[in-house]
């Protein structure tokens, strides 16, 4: 019954296909609307009724665009284009191109219409002459948006405020500029001024308006515990509790490996087992063991065998899918599967057996791989290190102690494997990162930079050796499914990179080459500005995404990659693990490679939000922090580096906490400061005081605005 079933499907989508080319063809002789479309291919009754959601796919995909009298063009026969909008806090926007080799379209605000960010619209190119940015930059198109598709979002999380005659919302996401005019409050609503709300977008007909709304829920006073959480959550849609049914589900999973499967397995009890995690860690993914060899070293990567127990089009499997990852907010973890799998079942803790999909490599002194090896396990962890006990050991000879010398031989292995990635053209691109520690109330009490430090680094490169180890392995035996990309960046996007990097000093060559990349980012390495300029360098760089085509990754300078080393909070690896299974033949099934692209999408969809709501959490329990310092009017200076200068001030990064802030001009008592735009430095008109880029200045926090999420500083 199965390959019929198959088979109907598979006829079902050459028919949609062949329908798609003919209504291309036809298309791209004149504009034509549903009707004049389906006169014109003769279509009969069954396919006439599926043309309308045909047409509607297409139009949604880009392949074809909707003009005026409701006919259907091929978009760049009428110069438009089809894609996602991205807008930033200035007002200013892109729509995302989806083609390689074509930069994406710039839109200013006044030629937005109505989109707001993410959805997906068409806008119309501007002829040649207006396709020159505001900035003075040629080359850049520029164009404006003729029509919204679909809703990246229908509502908005923001706080409710009341003019004299209505009530409106100031929107939490700083890129939505407009008030949101309310309708009054009715019951069983019990909503106050100044509490955060969600609201349903009803009517925007035209930018020159205010939209409408009405309030669907209140998530309670600003400044309460919890609610700022809960805000961000509602803003980016995510996912909380799971349903009955899927807890049913999960709950009926054992608790405990089955003797009966571990007897199938191949048995790695007995080996120096261990994993490295965050401190907080409760979801241990993946585990490591390494021995010396004459030639240099054998490693096992042992991760986290979901496979085992997601099982295809199962409720659990649909809900994970749905989810498409785990969300680490500042104070919760939304995570992809049920914590019956996700810190149970499934997570390598010590001392108890574990079902684990492995990969064995022997690597030589050089940093090859010479011979790998893929198996379903069954291991039992023999300790759980955090990162800084980890980093702790390292930091001393390895003795005679069994931890120790496991550890140190790993690292010698992680290092030469560094080194290999580095030579090869991989770039620097790590940040610190800030820890916000929070009491049972959801304050926080401390902020905790954390360094990519040598045990940081020691899981890193042996998890990106399994991922390309893995990733090469299916792309050679041709095996349907995802992987991690990072394509190479636009020339016009590096040039504009170039400019700015040297108006921070920066010199560098033609970008287009990796070496000329890779000596600027080692030239500004511990400077002060290395921070802006690597941020800027990333903006630059085309986002890494999934996808069923393995085009490399650029940033890493692999052209074999993908993500298997997180099955437990990623669903683009339990995908993967099934992948590699059907490899195996272990399994007869596995992913369809006729969904892979959607699915491909739908989860770096899933990514990027996720991505945005950890950022937007930690930020603003960061601001919380500084606004308790303004509340105790403690005082406490911080050590500042002026990363910026205007005529109005400068502008400052706390390298302790990664946040940057304004020490407006007017705060600067005792003299008039002039601008030395040149030399990138204030200088005290009578003091002849100076404030230049990159100098370290003692600051104190003088006023938080959680509404558009900034802190202002002055000089201690």
Known sequence: MRPRKSGGRSARSE???????????????????????????????????????????????????????????????????????????????????????????????????????????????SAEGGAKRRSGRSGV?????????????????????????????VADDPRFVHNLYLQAPVPPLSVNIGDKVVARLDSWPSRHVNPEGHIIEVLGPMGKPGVDMLSIIRKHQLPTDFPPAILQEAGRIPHEVDPREAARREDLRGKFIFTIDPDDAKDFDDAID????????????????????????????????ARGNSVYLADRVLPMLPEALSNGICSLKPGVDRLAFSVFAEVDRQGKVRRVRFAKSVIKSALRLTYKQAFEILQRPPGGDAVAENLHLAWELGSVLRRKRFAAGSLDLDFPEVKVWLNDK????????????????????????????????????????????HEKPDADKLLEFREFAAGQGVRSGDLNQRAELKKLLAG??????????????????????????????????????????????????????????????????????????????????????????????????????????????????????????K??????????????????????????????????????????????????????????????????????
């Open 15 to 125: 028919a949609s296909s062949a329908l798609r080319n003919d209504i291309l063809r036809l298309l791209a002789e004149r504009p034509l609307d549903k009707v004049e479309i389906s006169k014109a291919l003769h279509l009969d009754p069954g396919l006439r009724t599926k043309l309308l959601g045909i047409l509607r796919d297409m139009e949604i995909a880009g392949d074809l665009a909707r003009i005026r009298k409701d006919r259907y063009i091929i978009p760049e026969a009428a110069d438009l284009l089809t894609g996602n909008i991205q807008f930033h806090a200035s007002g200013t926007a892109h729509v995302l191109s989806e083609k390689p080799g074509e930069p994406d379209l710039f839109i200013s605000p006044e030629n937005s219409f109505t989109a707001m960010h993410g959805d997906r619209v068409v806008a119309r190119v």
């Open 141 to 169: 198109p520029e164009g404006r948006v003729i029509r919204i598709l679909s809703r990246a979002n229908e509502t908005l999380v923001g706080t409710l405020q009341k003019s004299k005659n209505f009530f409106y919302l």
């Open 290 to 321: 390494v021995e010396r060899t004459p030639f240099g070293w054998k490693v096992g990567i042992h991760i986290a065998d979901v496979s085992h127990y997601v099982r295809p089009q199962t409720p659990l499997d649909r809900e994970a899918h």
């Open 442 to 485: 959801g304050t926080p009490v401390r902020l905790e930079r954390v360094e990519n430090d040598i045990s940081h680094q020691l899981i890193e490169e042996m998890m990106l050796l399994a991922n390309e180890l893995v990733g090469r392995e299916l792309k050679g035996r041709r095996q349907p499914a995802i992987y991690r990309i």
């Open 524 to 645: 500004i390495k511990g400077q002060p500005h290395e921070s802006a300029v690597k941020i800027a360098l990333l903006k630059s760089l085309k986002r890494a995404r999934y996808s069923p085509d393995p085009v490399g990754h650029y940033g890493l300078a692999k052209s074999d990659y993908t993500h298997f080393t997180s099955p437990i909070r990623r669903y683009s690896d339990l995908i993967v693990h099934r992948g590699l299974e059907r490899m195996l033949g272990l399994t007869k099934s596995g992913p369809d490679s006729h969904t892979l692209a959607a699915l491909a999408d739908h989860i770096s969809t899933t990514e990027r939000t996720a991505a945005d709501a950890e950022r937007e959490s930690v930020r603003l329990k960061k601001l919380e922090y500084f606004q308790i310092q303004v509340n105790q009017r403690t005082g406490q200076a911080f050590q500042a580096t002026i990363l910026e200068v």
């Open 647 to 716: 005529n109005y001030g400068m502008f400052v990064e706390l390298p302790e906490f990664l946040i940057s802030g304004l020490v407006h001009v007017s705060s600067l008592d005792g003299d008039f400061y002039v601008l030395d735009p040149a030399r990138g430095r204030l200088v005290g008109r009578k003091s002849k005081k100076v404030y230049q880029v990159g100098a370290t200045v003692e600051v104190i926090v003088s006023r938080v605005d959680m509404f558009k999420q900034q802190v202002d500083f002055q000089i201690a």
